[in-house]
């Protein structure tokens, strides 16, 4: 870490990237493929991140978690909305892992600084922000609609499933009735 003049300070921090799901990348653009859908369209690629990717970034000791989040995104050229992410400390204690998101405002080279040199102590690990509520403000119109479209195609499969287990429940039944003489 280097202290400058002002009182603040610059240094490295490594975050692990830990994402389940893909992200989603600017597609790359084919040459001859010039037509009237290419204009006004904004093309996606998806991917998932390599397990156990981790990325060193310098940054100012009055940088937020919210902008190390932002400054990531950025490095691996993911448009998915920042939104979408959280920045977690994670430390180790009596071989148990013990997360904790951090707040947008906090400063993680602080963080660091005043943990010491171990990463058991603290590391930090950038997941997708599972708040146990869905912030459907983070989704972009196209994935919203795939989003419907996939409950659409879970529903009908459900309810076609319940159809033939009730036909077969009903066939049963009358065959029974078929075997059995009035009286």
């Not at 490295?12 to 084919?30: G, W, Y």
């Not at 146990?132 to 195609?153: M, S």
Request: proline residues 5%; contains cysteine; positive net charge.
């Amino acid at each position: 870490m280097s202290l400058n003049k002002d009182g603040s300070y610059t240094g490295f921090i490594k975050v692990q990237l830990k994402l389940v799901r893909p992200v989603s990348v600017p597609a790359t653009k084919r040459a001859g493929r010039p037509g009237p859908r290419a204009q006004g369209v904004k093309r996606r690629t998806s991917f998932y991140l390599p397990k156990g990717t981790v990325k060193h970034l310098h940054i100012f000791s009055h940088t937020r978690a919210s902008e190390v989040i932002d400054a990531l995104l950025r490095k691996f050229t993911v448009v998915d909305n920042p939104r979408k992410f959280a920045l977690f400390e994670r430390s180790e204690k009596d071989e148990q892992v013990y997360l904790r998101k951090l707040a947008d405002d906090e400063q993680p080279l602080r963080l660091r600084l005043l943990a010491g040199p171990s990463e058991k102590v603290l590391s930090f690990v950038l997941k997708e922000n599972e708040t146990g509520e869905v912030n459907w403000d983070a989704f972009t119109l196209p994935e919203l609609h795939n989003f419907l479209r996939i409950l659409q195609r879970e529903e009908e499969e459900h309810v076609r499933q319940l159809r033939h287990r009730y036909a077969c429940c009903r066939q049963k039944m009358q065959e029974a009735l078929a075997t059995r003489t009035p009286g």
